[in-house]
């Protein structure tokens, strides 16, 4: 390999590791909070905006743009660059360079205009935008104050309704398939009745259904046994039962009938 393919192939490796760097650097999220708020006019607030997950922004173009018109404060080229800022902004914000290395672009200013202040960092070509909608109220209105507006909750009749709506739709699901459980095991109950109860076996040999009786046809059943068991018992001395039964007068005569037998 000569020097030339050398210095050929060491500067495209450190081209790509520069920029595997730059592109692992420009993805993340801009998340800018609270997204909605009321306060006084001339007091001092801190407009939010960070990056999500953390990254240092120093060397990116880190920008605050009021109604998508107005320069508030712009970082650029690792310097503050104020030249264009609006007059109401002039000398009163505060944008903090140790706090960009960890992805804190938040703006620190006193509030006189009411509308949307936008936070923007751009890097390699991506601009990462998420903006704060201001309200300012007049001095001494007590009924102004901050209000806070999550993506994922609200406090407006809007998001109650939203949330009731999940609610609600939560609860019909999880019925609907407690039904459809319930009306599958009611099923399997029947198909399992039919198949296994009606021809199940006993001991015995005899199905179920003919071993299953009432106390009368039981108490029927054992007498009609018990008779026939009399009927054909036999006796000792090889004679039937019914041989064996007589009155006196019939056992006298048949005693004399036999001595005269034996006599004669």
């Not at 006193?110 to 070509?125: D, F, I, M, N, Q």
């Not at 399997?188 to 199905?207: A, H, K, L, S, Y």
């Amino acid at each position: 390999m000569t020097k030339y393919q050398l210095t050929t192939l060491w500067t495209t490796l450190c081209y790509t590791i520069l920029w595997s760097a730059v592109s692992a650097n420009t993805e993340f999220e801009l998340q800018c909070s609270p997204l909605q708020m009321e306060e006084i006019y001339g007091s001092k607030v801190i407009l939010h905006c960070n990056t999500m997950p953390p990254v240092n922004v120093t060397g990116m173009t880190v920008e605050w743009i009021y109604n998508d018109t107005y320069d508030v404060h712009i970082w650029r080229n690792g310097n503050h660059n104020l030249e264009g800022q609006k007059t109401e902004f002039k000398g009163e914000t505060t944008l903090l360079r140790e706090e960009l290395s960890k992805g804190n672009c938040s703006l620190s200013l006193p509030v006189t205009l009411t509308g949307k202040y936008r936070c923007s960092v751009r890097a390699e070509g991506v601009d990462h935008k998420c903006s704060i909608s201001v309200t300012v109220c007049p001095q001494g209105d007590k009924n102004c104050g901050r209000q806070v507006h999550d993506a994922r909750f609200s406090t407006t009749p809007g998001g109650i309704t939203l949330i009731l709506f999940f609610v609600a739709g939560a609860a019909v699901v999880g019925f609907l398939i407690w039904w459809k459980r319930r009306q599958l095991t009611n099923t399997f109950r029947t198909i399992f009745g039919r198949c296994f109860g009606e021809n199940q076996q006993v001991p015995g040999g005899g199905d179920q259904q003919d071993q299953d009786h009432t106390p009368e046809q039981a108490a029927n059943l054992l007498g009609n046994s018990d008779g026939q068991n009399t009927e054909n018992q036999q006796v000792q001395g090889g004679g039937d039962q019914q041989d064996q039964d007589h009155t006196p007068e019939q056992a006298a005569n048949l005693l004399g009938n036999s001595d005269g037998q034996n006599t004669g």
